[in-house]
Nanobody, 114 residues
Framework: VQLAESGGGLVQSGGSLRLSCAAS??????MGWHRQAPGKERELVAQ???????KYGDSVKGRITSTIDSTKTTVYLQMNSLKPEDTAVYYC???????????WGQGTQVTVSS
């Protein structure tokens, strides 16, 4: 599975962004978003199974929604009420089944100015 994120950029505090993760195949397993800020460990942003409900990291709950399109080849991350501490590289990841490798995209930079 190959993944390609897009949609990152520079936004002011309180603004919104929608990230996209385009997959090279239909997604049937577990998919998610993580982020990594400079000097910090990678942390979970959102995770969901195809057709299932998403769960979110504590730091983004209520501000971020992860969805998948009807073709099940693109995953979205809608981010609202962005804060400077949301600044990070955002990565999508997919694991098609429990025995599969976890596939990662190359990441997209999100910068939130105060």
């Amino acid at each position: 599975v190959q993944l390609a994120e897009s949609g990152g950029g520079l936004v002011q505090s309180g603004g919104s962004l929608r990230l996209s993760c385009a997959a090279s195949t239909v997604l049937v397993g577990l998919m998610g978003w993580h982020r990594q800020a400079p000097g910090k460990e990678r942390e979970l942003v959102a995770q969901m199974a195809s057709g299932g409900r998403a769960k979110y990291g504590d730091s983004v709950k209520g501000r971020i929604t992860s969805t998948i399109d009807s073709t099940k080849t693109t995953v979205y991350l809608q981010m609202n009420s962005l804060k400077p501490e949301d600044t990070a590289v955002y990565y999508c990841n997919v694991q098609q089944d429990p025995f599969d490798l976890i596939h990662w995209g190359q990441g997209t930079q999100v910068t939130v100015s105060s």
